[in-house]
């Protein structure tokens, strides 16, 4: 396990967002005795557990685009990721696509709130649920058990997503929004996609 921590941790990516995340913690630590921080903190990751799934079915599972650029973009995003499922360097989302929406999120947030205490406390409880996200993921990919029978179900869910059909199972960290947009069934019931390895190929 400690090999596996070693190899999420260094990553350079998570590297990048690990200090950012713990600069914005140590900014966000001294305003904690505030119960709007809290709600702040709580919301930001809320936002982030329903977007993960958001993002991975409308945005990563578009049919291929006719856009050369635009394909090339979501090929690194998340075509080439299906193709080959447990390369690392394909696991993670890269920087350029993570820290431009993270900074749009803060500026929507204290276009909001107008505080920028509570702005910070917001795009901290994203970042750290961004972070759980990208180790969820990890995990999925690698021999690692989880230690809890839920954590074991979700790992089983992301690999049904990747081997058996890409048209469900889009929860990463979580099932609930699956579940309450219908694209959590029992694996039994659902066909084998001759294209989850392969979104390009979508008719």
């Given at each position: 396990m400690k090999k596996y921590g070693?190899?999420?941790?260094?990553?350079?990516?998570?590297?990048?967002?690990?200090?950012?995340?713990?600069?914005?913690?140590?900014?966000t630590v001294p305003n904690l005795s505030d119960w709007k921080v809290w709600i702040a903190i709580g919301n930001g990751m809320i936002m982030y557990a329903i977007s993960e799934y958001m993002i991975h079915r409308f945005l990563f599972h578009i049919k291929k685009p006719n856009n050369p650029f635009l394909l090339k973009l979501i090929k690194r995003l998340h075509y080439d990721?299906?193709?080959?499922?447990?390369?690392?360097?394909?696991l993670f989302l890269p920087l350029w696509f993570s820290l431009p929406n993270f900074m749009i999120l803060a500026v929507v947030c204290y276009a909001i709130t107008r505080n920028l205490e509570l702005t910070i406390a917001f795009v901290t409880g994203v970042i750290g649920y961004f972070l759980y996200y990208e180790w969820k993921h990890f995990v999925a990919h690698k021999p690692i058990q989880p230690a809890t029978k839920l954590g074991k179900q979700i790992k089983k869910s992301h690999l049904w997503h990747h081997y058996k059909n890409e048209?469900?199972?889009?929860?990463?960290?979580?099932?609930?929004?699956?579940?309450?947009?219908?694209t959590y069934r029992d694996h039994k019931e659902v066909e084998k996609s001759d294209t989850a390895r392969d979104l390009e190929k979508r008719a």
């Open positions: 070693k190899e999420f941790i260094t990553f350079p990516d998570v590297m990048v967002m690990l200090i950012i995340f713990a600069a914005m913690l140590a900014l990721h299906h193709v080959d499922p447990d390369n690392v360097k394909l048209n469900y199972w889009f929860g990463v960290t979580h099932r609930a929004v699956d579940k309450t947009m219908g």
